[in-house]
């Protein structure tokens, strides 16, 4: 750690070529005002439009406080964060999203509230309604309930947020085919708090997260960071043996005391209920391999084509 750096503020950058000016001004003009030094790390995730662009011209105005870092393909927000937090040198990493939803001048609350309650992690919470549409809102209240019954996340989080460096030290080199910031953050603190924030509407664009995208990161998340899949495979498995089991049971006593013929009909149910669980549960159990093969292999988590320092 830099110790001539107070605060690391590390935004993921996805087609964001026309927030990104007045982000980096709001941003300085925060810390001018808190008297405190900083960095901005802008990690482009591939857009495609000018962002990188822009954040080279961005270099100029801001040559002493900001780092640039160009990644060679689209690997996700999560990805691009990390990629961030190695090249943070703050006491205290602040991530923030670069639509402008999230406040810039809320950062200060966040200080405050990290520095009064001397908690490693401060989630900056909604004060308001979110302004997202309702299938996103749905999606992230899914992912969250998940997290916190099957996690170990605790409560609602957040990409709004502050982290003490001595967490970020352990968790930069985190190497995984899926990331997930949040849940690896709450594998290493219990010291969290939330602080109310503000969430304004998007200036510019679209959320990158279609519709498509939320299911895959959800499947994604459970399939990586729970065992819910085995769990309800488990489960499933003992109900339906239970229901085949009632099924037997049933036909054998219509078949004695009722003398009825065995059906077909029931006998090609049977057959087909039992192939489906048993392709069903191979599909869990290759979800999981896929995650064991694709981590022995080590892949970088992201990589990087450029750096401006």
């Not at 808190?34 to 040559?63: F, R, T, V």
């Not at 279609?210 to 769990?231: A, H």
């Not at 229901?243 to 078949?255: E, Q």
Request: aromatic fraction near 14%.
């Amino acid at each position: 750690m830099n110790d001539n750096i107070e605060f690391s503020v590390v935004v993921p950058v996805y087609n964001s070529e026309k927030t990104l000016e007045e982000l980096c001004a709001r941003i300085a003009k925060v810390f001018k005002k808190l008297n405190a030094s900083y960095e901005m790390i802008l990690i482009n995730d591939y857009s495609s439009d000018g962002s990188w662009n822009k954040i080279i011209d961005l270099k100029q105005h801001y040559p002493e406080n900001l780092i640039g870092i160009h990644l060679r393909k689209n690997f996700g927000q999560h990805k691009a964060i990390l990629c961030g937090f190695q090249y943070a040198c703050g006491e205290y990493v602040v991530t923030l999203d670069d639509d402008l939803q999230f406040l810039p001048e809320d950062i200060e609350l966040l200080v405050q509230k990290a520095k009064t309650t001397q908690a490693d992690l401060v989630y900056g919470a909604y004060r308001d309604e979110r302004q997202h549409s309702a299938v996103r809102k749905f999606g992230s209240n899914f992912v969250g309930f998940i997290f916190h019954k099957f996690g170990n996340t605790v409560g609602q989080g957040s990409s709004f947020k502050i982290v003490h460096h001595s967490v970020i030290e352990k968790i930069k080199d985190y190497n995984h085919s899926f990331t997930f910031i949040d849940e690896i953050l709450s594998w290493h603190t219990t010291k969290i708090e939330w602080q109310d924030v503000r969430h304004e509407s998007r200036k510019d664009g679209q959320s990158g997260y279609s519709i498509t995208k939320l299911v895959l990161l959800s499947m994604n998340l459970i399939f990586s960071y729970t065992t819910i899949p085995l769990r309800f495979m488990t489960w499933f498995g003992l109900l339906s043996f239970w229901v085949c089991l009632a099924f037997v049971i049933y036909f054998i006593y219509m078949k004695v005391v009722m003398d009825a013929p065995l059906g077909f009909t029931a006998l090609i149910v049977s057959i087909f209920m039992s192939t489906g669980l048993i392709l069903f549960s191979l599909g869990i159990i290759g979800e999981y391999l896929n995650r064991l093969f694709a981590l022995q292999h080590r892949k970088p988590a992201y990589q990087i084509q450029e750096i401006l320092k």
